[in-house]
């Protein structure tokens, strides 16, 4: 019954290193989100995607990039990982305009 | 950016006790309120939501919440909690058409104890 797939529950990278977080759903969404989850401050929106290849930045974007070549699959990427990326990393996806945003387990990155 | 807090960062109670999550917004203009909860080790899930209508919204699991304008706040409800109610509660708020433009809470952590 998992409709949003995050590939990695947990990851563990040396600073500097190019970080990939993969998210595939299955619902045939045009949306597509990534969030950054810290104790105390909640969810803040890094990207988020409308359609294929398109992408927008979000309220933190910097160190961050994103992929969409196909519908249902959205990346993050660390160009060069810090330690201040040290985080959970949430994907949603969503119809535009529905407001109800179906979220992956999440994938929490270590950097060390 | 909408600023949402809420004003409770760590929430204990008892089993079968009442329990209240507060949240308060800043905005000036209509937005479209969510409760998002998201239990142990899983991502998070709709509980309920205010978009028009009654101001009064209600989860299917025995939730509540009420959207107050004048006092710009959505404050969640449940009469009578269940251990399995254990979990961490987002307030999201939206202000425009786009939900990319949604806002999220710091979090309040509901501990059900029995």
């Known amino acids: 019954d998992v409709k949003v797939t995050q590939s990695s529950r947990y990851l563990v990278k040396r600073t500097g290193e190019k970080v990939f977080l993969e998210c595939v759903q299955d619902?045939?969404?045009?949306?597509m989100f990534w969030y950054r989850q810290d104790p105390g401050l909640g969810l803040r929106l890094i990207y988020f995607?409308?359609?294929?290849?398109?992408?927008e930045k979000g309220d933190i974007p910097e160190g961050y990039s994103v992929s969409r070549e196909k519908k249902e699959r959205f990346s993050l990427i660390l160009e060069s990982a810090s330690t201040n990326q040290t985080s959970m990393y949430l994907c949603?996806?969503?119809?535009?305009?529905?407001?109800?945003?179906?979220f992956g387990a999440g994938s929490r990155l270590t950097v060390l | 950016a909408q600023s949402v807090t809420q004003l409770d960062s760590q929430v204990p109670v008892f089993e079968e006790a009442p329990v209240e999550l507060r949240c308060n917004y800043s905005?000036?203009?209509?937005?479209?309120l969510f409760w998002y909860v998201q239990y142990p080790n899983q991502g998070l899930q709709l509980l309920l939501k205010?978009?028009?209508?009654?101001?009064l919204v209600e989860s299917i699991n025995g939730f509540e919440a009420e959207f107050n304008k004048s006092q710009t706040s959505f404050h969640l409800r449940k009469p009578s909690v269940h251990i399995s109610d254990t979990a961490e509660y987002f307030c999201?708020?939206?202000?425009?058409?786009?939900?990319?433009?949604?806002?999220f809470g710091a979090g309040t952590t509901v501990t059900v104890r029995a």
């Open positions: 949603a996806s969503s119809f535009p305009g529905r407001y109800v945003l179906t």
């Open positions: 619902m045939d969404h045009e949306n």
């Open positions: 995607s409308y359609d294929v290849k398109m992408k």
């Open positions: 905005s000036s203009v209509s937005v479209y």
């Open positions: 205010y978009l028009s209508g009654s101001t």
């Open positions: 999201a708020v939206s202000e425009g058409t786009d939900d990319y433009k949604l806002s």
